[in-house]
């Protein structure tokens, strides 16, 4: 509309200004269509974008000289307007130019726009997949450890008590058939979790009989609430290595639990000897795990805290109820 209107200003004959106007913007059109579409398919690199600016001023000039030369040859006895048509050529350049020239810089930008978006999908889905592998493999790396203590307590019973060793064969099989299960989600309500650590602790008290006493205390607003998968199970087993191991005694562990809102916290608490614990071997994977995971899911390190007090070991776990 506004080249009908320039044109109609300098030239008084409406019907040439339309074909005019027709052919040249049919022309700076498919100009710019081409431009976009290339851009689909081929992206200058940052320092090659100059040769965006290249291609649209041959371009211009391509639709600009056969803009004149249709309308040069479809009014060419008309001398008045063919004086008009060269004589305003450099603006009708100009002018295309500009218009092919923001085309192709904003097909540029939207198409690196496009680009970069993918990369960054593609970078996340990659994140997530290395996330995803890491959490697999700290759920099930602790699993070896387990089964060789309790195909060793199973191995030692066979002597002296068979009817307990193929009570302890059906609890780990319940135990396993379980966590297998809990493989398919990544969160699942306290409840559920303490079900499962209950099938872990039968197979421990046979291990340790008397000796190991465990007491769990939660509210019911607390049963509710969502914590990852098999979490607890490295904790408690933290706690009986190192409240039983070093000892003839009995041994109390305590699990409590308490909510609010938007937070589920855990306490394992089991009694120890500074000496004895000095004594224990072993790498203390299972709270690093814990840790690493906490992290990987929550993207905090400050949700697993240890207190010592009152020769009175503690574990204290916080999992925040934000989406889940």
Request: hydrophobic share 45%; with cysteine; net charge negative.
């Amino acid at each position: 509309m506004l080249h009908i209107y320039v044109l109609y200003n300098y030239y008084a004959f409406f019907s040439i200004v339309i074909v005019d106007s027709v052919i040249t913007n049919v022309l700076t059109s498919g100009a710019c269509l081409l431009i976009y579409n290339n851009m689909r398919y081929y992206l200058p690199r940052r320092e090659k974008y100059w040769y965006v600016l290249i291609v649209s001023a041959v371009l211009s000039v391509m639709c600009t000289g056969i803009a004149t030369f249709l309308l040069h040859w479809l009014f060419q006895r008309n001398e008045s307007y063919i004086a008009l048509l060269y004589g305003s050529w450099l603006i009708r350049y100009c002018v295309v130019f500009l218009l092919i020239g923001c085309m192709s810089m904003l097909s540029l930008l939207w198409y690196a726009l496009q680009e970069q978006n993918e990369i960054q999908y593609r970078k996340t889905a990659a994140e997530q997949m290395l996330k995803d592998a890491e959490l697999y493999k700290l759920r099930h790396q602790l699993q070896p450890h387990f089964l060789f203590n309790s195909l060793n307590s199973i191995s030692a019973l066979t002597i002296v008590d068979a009817e307990k060793a193929r009570t302890m064969i059906q609890q780990l099989s319940d135990f396993l058939r379980g966590t297998l299960k809990r493989d398919e989600v990544q969160f699942i309500t306290l409840q559920e979790e303490l079900q499962h650590l209950q099938l872990y602790l039968d197979i421990e008290k046979v291990r340790f009989g008397h000796r190991l006493e465990v007491k769990v205390d939660y509210t019911e607003v607390s049963a509710e609430k969502k914590l990852p998968a098999l979490l607890l199970q490295p904790a408690v087993e933290n706690a009986i290595k190192f409240g039983l191991y070093n000892t003839l005694d009995e041994t109390e562990i305590v699990i409590t639990a308490t909510a609010t809102d938007n937070t589920l916290v855990v306490h394992i608490s089991n009694p120890y000897d500074e000496e004895d614990l000095q004594a224990v071997t072993g790498t203390g994977f299972g709270l690093a795990s814990i840790r690493r995971r906490l992290y990987l899911l929550f993207g905090r390190y400050d949700l697993l805290e240890t207190i010592k007090a009152d020769q009175t070991f503690t574990v204290k776990l916080t999992i925040p109820q934000l989406n889940l």
